[in-house]
T-cell receptor, first 115, second 112 residues
Framework: DGGITQSPKYLFRKEGQNVTLSCEQNLNHDAMYWYRQDPGQGLRLIYYSQIVNDFQKGDIAEGYSVSREKKESFPLTVTSAQKNPTAFYLC??????????????FGPGTRLTVL | GEDVEQSLFLSVREGDSSVINCTYTDSSSTYLYWYKQEPGAGLQLLTYIFSNMDMKQDQRLTVLLNKKDKHLSLRIADTQTGDSAIYFCAESIGGATNKLIFGTGTLLAVQP
């Protein structure tokens, strides 16, 4: 089955540690996105990538880093510089890198808790 | 800047119709979307509407768009307990990428 997978589903880390969240898609989509979701707020865009080896900052990129070495993979690293990392993180992808008709498809999410 | 607002909570009885409302600010929005999120899960696309349309119907779902007032609504007919979830509206803000601005989400609680 085609889709987007995120792992792990739940992640715990100690304050001051970096942690990497996985996002993989087998939909052959060009563009991939990372969002953060906090209670009572909508999704906020962290980073996005339209093509392999290229990515752009979203609205809240500080304290995060990404890479896009393969089309199907877009891992997100939450660094110790992120001041409030506890949140639900969602990965999404779209078939092409531009155009208004592209719909974003979401993975199941990873819930990160900093202890 | 762009902003999308929704009411936080809606409670209905099973079998009734639900109407979830959304207002947005970016008049250049071309597509508007409705997503559903069940507890602990990702977002599932329900439907979308192009900005030159007033209405779109898909089975139990009806989307109404008032572009003049920048108001979007989602009507769910014959609401079922399985419809209980958080519903997000989102607008496509244009440009070279399909960036979406999401509302805060509306929690729909369906009472049996």
């Amino acid at each position: 089955d085609g889709g987007i997978t995120q792992s792990p589903k739940y992640l715990f880390r100690k304050e001051g540690q970096n942690v990497t969240l996985s996002c993989e898609q087998n939909l052959n989509h060009d563009a991939m996105y990372w969002y953060r979701q906090d209670p009572g707020q909508g999704l906020r865009l962290i980073y996005y990538s339209q093509i392999v080896n290229d990515f752009q900052k979203g609205d809240i990129a500080e304290g995060y880093s990404v890479s896009r070495e393969k089309k199907e993979s877009f891992p997100l690293t939450v660094t110790s510089a992120q001041k409030n990392p506890t949140a639900f993180y969602l990965c999404a992808s779209t078939p092409t890198s531009g155009g208004y008709t592209d719909t974003q498809y979401f993975g199941p999410g990873t819930r990160l808790t900093v202890l | 800047g762009e902003d999308v607002e929704q009411s936080l909570f809606l409670s209905v009885r099973e079998g009734d119709s639900s109407v979830i409302n959304c207002t947005y600010t970016d008049s250049s929005s071309t597509y508007l979307y409705w997503y559903k999120q069940e507890p602990g899960a990702g977002l599932q696309l329900l439907t979308y509407i192009f900005s030159n349309m007033d209405m779109k119907q898909d089975q139990r779902l009806t989307v109404l768009l008032n572009k003049k007032d920048k108001h979007l609504s989602l009507r769910i007919a014959d609401t079922q307990t399985g419809d209980s979830a958080i519903y997000f509206c989102a607008e496509s803000i244009g440009g070279a990428t399909n960036k979406l601005i999401f509302g805060t989400g509306t929690l729909l609680a369906v009472q049996p």
